[in-house]
């Protein structure tokens, strides 16, 4: 084996000069490897390099890390403290009680952020990384047909979330009145398309300038794409609930769907979107179903005075799980593309593997693990104080509470941490490119435990009070 690498990277070094050319020429897809084997390096003695396709994987220092995380962190977190915010004001307004299956609908849309933005930022983060926007060509083929699969995936997401939401109501009302179906469907796919373009172009933005700037995209994109998704989401799915003439969201609902083809279209001239286009449904699907679980514990706490701040705060414990579980994934992915072909394994990931192995370890994702979970309950503190020093409210937190709280959210991180190391390897070694399909699982899964801790947190809260 070793002769077969010291063999491969001669054969690399001796190709040099026309190295760009062939790789650029080549055509990939996201859900293929992004190197065939003979563009894989190996560590050097002092574990600090690899070098993949003549560029180099530097290793980074806690310092570095924390200063490029915590900003986009932070930024996040605060998107995700206004939408909560919004999300406690209109709960109270007339369409959101009398069509009580909005707030099934809510997580599922929030979620898309993770099941498209996230993805899309992990995808082109993985991509800047091992050298595809080098060529300018590359990079806007890469971009094209990338926004354009999202927009398709948007539109049929927004109509699947709105009939499961449908769906889920008339289990729990045994009743279904075709209004409502009608509005979710068109509240949904109005909110999904809009958000998700508007996002899209934020996020292209994001990774394009943080390549010119020399700041890894894999640490920012993810958390960047977050600090958007919520508000914005959020605002719009209000907003367009409370049309005053509805047929106009239905028609702009029929133009959208309308627009489906061209996106189709667009998304087949690329050969990186083009796979996705079939391959990429079951993750995000899955993930909307998951999402929609966490949509009906929320829905559930509505009349229960008991479980009044669920509302407020579960956009926050959703939002900072699912950002700092998509950092680590998008780590992880990107050193698993440096460092094996997809559908082997690293040796230090083969034979039994703990979940927790991260956690105890000193390589890069292990320090960015240790990272992030500690960053987790300074960020809710933070967090906590803002929606109180915004609110005016004459008492602060109650000890018990923050206690509650920060168990709650710690917890939450904790798991999403240790799965996300499994599921990365899993997907990895079964083949499927981890950067498409892990982060919409993860924030799914971030959702669900979220809404779930949080309404655990105030039920024993109201037993100790």
Not at 316 to 324: A, C, E, M
Request: hydrophobic residues 50%; contains cysteine; charged residues 10%.
């Amino acid at each position: 084996m070793f002769s077969l690498l010291v063999l491969g990277l001669c054969c690399l070094e001796t190709r040099r000069p026309d190295r760009t050319s062939s790789f650029s020429s080549k055509e990939f897809s996201e859900s293929d490897p992004l190197f065939h084997n003979e563009f894989y390096g190996t560590a050097l003695a002092s574990g600090t390099i690899s070098e993949i396709h003549g560029q180099e994987m530097p290793s980074e220092s806690v310092r570095a890390l924390v200063i490029q995380i915590l900003f986009p962190f932070l930024l996040a977190g605060f998107g995700t403290v206004l939408a909560g915010m919004l999300l406690d004001v209109v709960q109270h307004w007339d369409v959101f009680r009398n069509v009580t299956e909005i707030f099934i609908l809510v997580p599922p849309l929030l979620g898309l952020k993770g099941n498209l933005e996230m993805t899309l930022a992990s995808r082109l983060s993985t991509a800047v990384n091992v050298g595809r926007f080098n060529s300018s060509s590359e990079k806007w083929n890469l971009i094209t047909g990338n926004l354009a699969l999202k927009q398709v995936q948007a539109t049929v997401l927004g109509f699947l979330a709105a009939l499961v939401a449908s769906a889920l109501g008339w289990i729990l009302e045994e009743e279904l009145i075709v209004n409502h179906v009608a509005l979710l469907c068109c509240c949904s796919i109005v909110t999904a398309f809009t958000a998700s373009l508007l996002q899209g172009i934020v996020m292209v933005g994001v990774i394009v300038g943080s390549k010119k700037v020399g700041v890894n995209p894999d640490n920012i994109a993810t958390p960047t794409a977050a600090s958007l998704g919520d508000i914005i989401t959020l605002g719009l799915l209000a907003v367009i609930s409370q049309e005053p003439y509805p047929y106009i969201t239905y028609l702009v609902c029929v133009v959208f769907l309308c627009l489906t083809p061209m996106w189709v279209i667009l998304s087949f001239r690329h050969s990186d979107s083009q796979k996705l286009l079939f391959s990429s449904w079951e993750p995000v699907i899955t993930a909307m179903m998951i999402s929609s679980l966490g949509g009906l514990i929320l829905d559930r706490t509505i009349t229960d005075p008991k479980l009044e701040g669920v509302v407020l705060y579960s956009p926050v414990i959703n939002g900072v799980g699912g950002n700092l579980v998509s950092i680590q994934a998008s780590r992880v992915a990107t050193y698993l593309h440096f460092h094996c072909p997809l559908g082997e394994l690293p040796d230090d990931a083969k034979g039994f593997y703990s979940p927790c192995h991260n956690f105890c370890t000193t390589g890069p994702n292990g320090r960015s693990a240790q990272v992030l979970l500690t960053l987790a309950i300074p960020g809710h503190l933070v967090f906590i104080y803002t929606i109180y020093l915004i609110q005016g409210s004459p008492d602060p937190p109650t000890a018990v509470f923050i206690f509650f709280y920060l168990a709650a959210a710690f917890t939450q991180v904790f798991l999403l941490l240790g799965i996300v190391d499994v599921m990365v390897h899993c997907l990895w070694k079964w083949g499927r490119d981890p950067d498409s399909f892990s982060i919409p699982y993860l924030t799914a899964l971030a959702d669900l435990l979220g809404t779930g801790f949080l309404t655990l947190c105030f039920l024993l809260m109201s037993l100790v009070t």
